[in-house]
T-cell receptor
């Protein structure tokens, strides 16, 4: 069964304190791995898509990496406005849809 | 370019009632998916519409149904509401048919069933 597990469930950082969020996945064949940011009561905001092991993508203070079993979202020198829930999702090959399978997210709090 | 929009923003219904939620896809996007997100959980796939046809469904009962219109907007209908249907309902659109990758989400409709 296709599955996504994110850790930690919650993370509290001081402003400027770099860290990483983990996304472990099991999928029959990976079409793509996605990272989203979600603010309370809002819809997920697209951040990155990764397609193959070894791929990396960056956006401002965020960098996403991918291996054959997991992905990391590295946050460098975070600011309070980076506080949000970060969701990881996978899309499997072979299905008729572009269905996303999500993890439960990591709630990040960055304190000034 | 207009993003994905959803209406209403919030809704309160009584158990047993029926509800219709609406979604306008992002300009140029012809595929719409619906997700249910319970509090503290990740979104769960309900179904997807492409060219006005449902082409895939997650583990949701038939009382969850939908429509897609020629302008690619969509509706989610839920009959015989249950307390467990209380959640944030998200619509996501994507370009290029069933094999496109990125999906862009709307702001969601918060449904409360009492």
């Amino acid at each position: 069964e296709d599955q996504v597990t994110q850790s930690p469930e919650a993370l509290r950082l001081q402003e400027g304190e770099s860290s990483s969020l983990n996304c472990s996945y099991t999928v029959s064949g990976l079409r793509g791995l996605f990272w989203y940011r979600q603010d309370p009561g809002k819809g997920p905001e697209f951040l990155f898509t990764l397609y193959s092991a070894g791929e990396e993508k960056e956006k401002e203070r965020l960098k996403a990496t991918l291996t054959k079993k997991e992905s990391f979202l590295h946050i460098t020198a975070p600011k309070p406005e980076d506080s949000a829930t970060y969701l990881c999702a996978v899309q499997a090959r072979g299905g008729a849809t572009n269905k996303l399978i999500f993890g439960t997210g990591t709630l990040l709090a960055v304190q000034p | 370019e207009t993003g994905v929009t959803q209406s209403p923003t919030h809704l309160i219904k009584t158990r047993g009632q029926q509800v219709t939620l609406r979604c306008s896809s992002q300009s140029g996007h012809n595929t719409v998916s619906w997700y249910q997100q319970a509090l503290g959980q990740g979104p769960q796939f309900i179904f997807q519409y492409y060219r006005e046809e449902e082409n895939g469904r997650g583990n949701f009962p038939p009382r969850f149904s939908g429509l897609q219109f020629p302008n690619y907007s969509s509706e989610l209908n839920v009959n015989a509401l249950e307390l467990d249907d209380s959640a944030l309902y998200l619509c996501a659109s994507s370009p290029g048919g069933t094999y496109s990758y990125e999906q862009y989400f709307g702001p969601g409709t918060r449904l409360t069933v009492t």
